[in-house]
């Protein structure tokens, strides 16, 4: 909500600023949005009215979030078939121990108080439990919010409870990250924290390379991706800290699989949006998006979700919308937050930084990337693929090494003047083995998006076999090809009664089609339907300008292969003639590689 000034922090001097903050501090205060004390009962469904009502400022997702907790309480007590009921007392269990028995390590403050949407998000994952066994309701939860939000302490405070007082015997408690080096930060925030409070450290044995509980048998410990043996953790409660580091799900899988002799385990993420935008955080925003935007369908109902976030880069411009991606805003050297900013914001890279780490609004790590976020959001359309049945349409593909990526496609002229992308790739076994992200490749196999082939290479007659079934079905009237390595699969489609048509990978030839594709992917015009691989992508694109100021595309890394967008601009370079008006102005020969 506004504050205390219509002039905007950003506009005034160093003097206006502080006394703005000062004011904005005290207005939160008085309205109970920041505490100083502990607070004298459980917030969690306050905290979730104050929302919703827009008493207190939030984004979108933490609006739908704290709807959800609403209407699931509306559930349980009015459908005896619900299964789920909230305990107030098991909620404020945790908040209680946390702030009476947990002392800080670090700073000025005495005590550690919860604020209002600590409160939500604990007493949320705590207080939901299966209404005839009592157990928890929530396996997972996912706390997405910008940095300096006082999480390490948070998550070191419920690792305290989790081990000693949540009711289970020998629980295994760990704090998970990418590296070592960050699983132990949490781990020694931890320790400290036993320290520091001498209840806990009559209770608790904290040694080096564990803290143990000997009443429960329990014990904490530090456990990173480097790792190599993780087998047979048995996890309890296991917090994975900045998840949007992590390019695959080995480490997540692991922890996952180690739950299955628990009765209630619990897994927390929490993190700040980043820069590896086909990781386990996207997807896992994706999920949240639309389990808290699709509520009657029941999505997922054992996963919470928190996503804090500014809701438009325009917010960026506003400090009073901060609070959006930064729930803890009050508690923050705010003033000093503003001139940061100030200061910051006229340096692309700072700023990008910002963006990304402090509202947590998904960036790219620089101004060349091909396709955003937000761009890609607009493209999340889904048609019926029968209603295409005997459409015309113009094909493509890119073969690449035969041992590695190859693709095809399909690419549909729309009536309202976008395109549909049927995409399909094939991946040798071999190479599939050795990636390093194996689990997403079975996830695509597994939606049809792909397909494993025996063997140490591609055999391209898996491609030719593509294109007569899709013949079977779609108006095929050409299929374009980059004439690299396609000699053999092009005489073969040739004799199948296929019309191709070369493509020389130059800027002549392809700087227009991928303008075009650009532009389209702006209006939210090109049509996937949600293919999470052609999804993949479209993301792994970067842009680099050459020496006559031409952009071309190439991939943003080894790893991170464009095959299937690649065989979609071959497609598009005669798909754009069935858009627009080819442009008759001339064009360098500018070349471009894809490998």
């Keep these: 909500m506004t504050t205390t000034s219509n002039e905007n922090p950003l506009d005034m001097d160093y003097s206006g600023i502080v006394k703005w903050a000062n004011d904005y501090v005290e207005q939160e205060k008085s309205l109970g949005h920041i505490l100083t004390m502990p607070a004298p009962m459980l917030l969690t ?142 781990y020694e925030e931890a320790r400290n924290m036993i320290t520091a409070s001498p209840w806990l450290s009559k209770r608790f044995v904290p040694n080096r390379s564990e803290i143990r509980f000997p009443a429960t048998n329990g014990k904490i410990v530090a456990m990173s991706a480097e790792k190599n043996n993780k087998d047979g953790e048995n996890l309890h409660f296991g917090v994975f800290d900045e998840i949007h580091e992590y390019e695959d799900y080995t480490l997540i899988n692991v922890m996952k699989r180690s739950r299955g002799t628990r009765k209630q385990p619990l897994i927390v993420y929490i993190t700040t949006a980043g820069y590896v935008l086909d990781g386990p955080l996207i997807d896992f925003i994706d999920q949240g998006h639309d389990t808290l935007k699709n509520y009657d369908q029941n999505v997922n109902e054992r996963t919470f979700y928190y996503l804090a976030s500014l809701d438009d880069k325009k917010e960026i411009d506003d400090p009073n919308m901060w609070v959006k991606a930064n729930p803890n805003f009050g508690l923050m050297e705010i003033a000093d937050m503003v001139n940061d900013f100030k200061s910051d914001r006229r340096s692309p890279k700072e700023y990008a930084d910002w963006v990304t780490k402090q509202f947590n609004i998904f960036a790219e790590t620089d101004e060349m990337s091909f396709i955003t976020p937000e761009i890609l959001e607009k493209n999340d359309r889904s048609i019926d693929i029968d209603d295409l049945r005997d459409r015309d349409c113009i094909g493509g593909y890119d073969l690449s090494d035969t041992e590695d990526f190859t693709s095809a ?55 030719l076999d593509w294109f007569k079934e899709q013949s079977e079905k779609y108006n095929i009237l050409q299929i374009n090809y980059d004439p690299a390595k396609a000699l053999r699969l092009n005489k073969e489609l040739e004799e199948a009664g296929f019309t191709t048509e070369k493509v020389r990978q130059g800027f002549f030839t392809l700087g227009g089609p991928m303008q075009n594709f650009k532009e389209l992917l702006l209006d939210g015009k090109v049509v996937f339907n949600n293919q999470s691989m052609f999804k993949w992508y479209l993301n792994n694109v970067r842009l680099r300008r050459d020496r006559n100021d031409n952009w071309l595309p190439t991939k943003t890394s080894m790893s991170r292969k464009i095959d299937g967008f690649a065989a979609a601009l071959d497609a598009h370079v005669s798909m754009i003639d069935m858009l627009v008006e080819p442009d008759s102005g001339g064009a360098t020969s500018t070349f471009i590689s894809f490998r």
């Design 409 to 463: 496609c399909l690419e549909f002229p729309l009536d309202d003047g976008g395109v549909f992308i049927l995409e399909h790739s094939w991946i040798p076994k071999k190479r599939y083995e050795r990636d390093k992200n194996p689990e997403r490749i079975r996830a695509w196999e597994r939606a049809g998006e792909v397909t494993i082939i025996p063997g140490e290479f591609v055999d391209y007659s898996y491609v």
């Design 45 to 186: 469904t306050i905290y979730a009215r104050m929302v919703v009502e827009g008493s207190i400022t939030a984004g979108k997702w933490v609006k739908l979030a704290c709807e959800r907790h609403l209407k699931d309480l509306k559930r349980s007590e009015e459908d005896p078939n619900y299964p789920w009921v909230f305990d107030e007392e098991k909620a404020w269990r945790p908040i209680r121990f946390i702030e009476k028995k947990c002392h800080p390590s670090k700073g000025d403050f005495k005590r550690l108080v919860l604020q209002p949407w600590q409160h939500f998000f604990v007493g949320s994952i705590f207080g939901w439990v299966n209404k005839d066994t009592g157990l928890r309701r929530f396996r997972e939860a996912l706390v997405f919010l910008g940095r300096k939000n006082g999480k390490t302490t948070l998550e070191s405070g419920i690792a305290d409870y989790m081990v000693g007082f949540d009711g289970e015997n020998g629980p295994n408690v760990y704090f998970l990250a990418n590296s070592q080096k960050q699983a132990s930060i949490l």
